[in-house]
């Protein structure tokens, strides 16, 4: 095995964090078995399935590279849906949404 370890716990953190090994595989349109070497580090991860992996996953291919460390960098599916609506309001919408968000947490805070 090459030493490429610190690879692989970042293609776990961000698949565990979207969906199961199988439904990747059923998305990416390969065999369970074939992530789950990728992801024990038995087979190095070609580069196509590691941009497959971020587009599905809503992470960087520099967070999986260990090039960006931030768990920011890894958003839920929720998380990445409301990401993609606020940034496609408009400035003044996007300012109602953070007055309207805000409203929300002193609300949920009573």
Do not use: F, W
């Not at 349109?29 to 070609?46: F, L, N, V």
Request: charge should be negative; glycine fraction near 4%; proline fraction near 2%.
């Amino acid at each position: 095995m090459q030493n490429h370890l610190y690879l692989y716990p970042n293609l776990v953190r961000a698949r565990k964090a979207k969906c199961s090994q199988a439904e990747l595989a059923e998305h990416l349109g390969i065999k369970q078995q074939e992530i789950s070497r990728y992801e024990r580090g038995e087979t190095k991860a070609p580069v196509n399935y590691l941009v497959d992996v971020a587009d599905y996953c809503g992470v960087s291919v520099d967070y999986l590279l260990g090039r960006r460390t931030e768990s920011a960098d890894m958003l839920s599916a929720d998380e990445s849906a409301l990401l993609h609506l606020y940034q496609a309001l408009t400035g003044e919408n996007r300012i109602r949404l953070k007055e309207r968000a805000a409203v929300l947490l002193e609300l949920q805070a009573e």
